[in-house]
């Protein structure tokens, strides 16, 4: 069983920047490598794609309307994912959710094995 925490969460102005990170904790005595990824819900909307980083290649992809302004990473050290979040407006605001699976298509369906609680973005304009 993993569990995921995300936080970083705030409001900022529009055109600000925010890190976002996501700490898996697994209950066994041997750490494992998901890939992990992040959505994010906004009031009213669907739970959407953000972001995802692999577990082989570090490859990363991201939603069309965060590329460029956004930057997925993590640290297997840590076990902690991040997302800086740059440029940012008010159509950012949402929950983002943090998300692993051990496939990275899990991850795009939107079905991953593991998802946090959400942490609150609030950008003003």
């Known amino acids: 069983q993993v569990q995921l925490v995300e936080s970083g969460g705030g409001l900022v102005q529009s055109g600000g920047s925010l890190r976002l990170s996501c700490v898996a904790s697994?209950?066994?005595?041997?750490?494992?490598?998901?890939?992990m990824g992040w959505f994010r819900q906004a009031p009213g909307k669907e739970r959407e794609f953000v972001a995802v980083?692999?577990?082989?290649?570090?490859?990363?992809l991201y939603a069309e309307s965060v590329k460029g302004r956004f930057t997925i990473s993590r640290d297997n050290a840590k076990n902690t994912v991040y997302l800086q979040m740059s440029s940012l407006k008010p159509e950012d605001t949402a929950i983002y959710y943090c998300?692993?699976?051990?496939?990275?298509?899990?991850?795009?369906?939107?079905?991953?094995?593991?998802w946090g609680q959400g942490t609150q973005v609030t950008v003003s304009s």
């Open positions: 697994e209950r066994t005595s041997s750490a494992y490598t998901y890939a």
């Open positions: 998300a692993a699976d051990s496939l990275t298509i899990t991850i795009l369906k939107a079905k991953p094995q593991y």
């Open positions: 980083i692999m577990k082989t290649d570090n490859m990363t």
